[in-house]
């Protein structure tokens, strides 16, 4: 019996990359459209070092920037793609209070 419930899992991008014979129909318009993202993704980060190197596109419509500092973008894959930042930013707000109070008893106090 197949799980009816939307939504992906670990691995499951594995399949836009390679054939995958195990999916029980073609894919639709909307899924094939997903599978040229993500392959476009993948494979412009292993040529370039950068997922989206030529900005915007008419498929890619975001430029996915670079983590850097304080600054962790990521990409909400979606309908529509998305550029968002702090993902879970409420667990980030209460580990950043949490170590701002208890610095003293933090061992090590390297940064991420």
């Known amino acids: ?12 991008d594995m399949g836009y990359l390679w054939n995958a ?3 029980p ?18 494979t412009d980060f292993a040529k370039y070092g950068n997922p989206t190197p030529s900005g915007p596109t008419d498929l890619i419509p ?4 670079p983590a850097v500092g304080e600054q962790r973008p ?11 930042h702090r993902l879970f930013n ?7 209070v ?3 109070l208890h610095a003293d008893k933090v061992k090590g106090r390297g940064t991420l």
């Open 1 to 12: 019996m197949m799980n009816t419930t939307d939504g992906s899992l670990h691995g499951d």
């Open 21 to 23: 014979d195990i999916l």
């Open 25 to 42: 129909e073609e894919p639709n318009a909307a899924d094939q459209k997903m599978i040229d993202i993500i392959t476009k993704l993948y």
């Open 62 to 65: 975001v430029k996915w920037e």
């Open 74 to 84: 990521y990409l909400l894959i979606d309908e529509p793609l998305s550029l968002e």
């Open 90 to 96: 409420e667990r980030m707000v209460f580990w950043d």
């Open 98 to 100: 949490y170590y701002k």
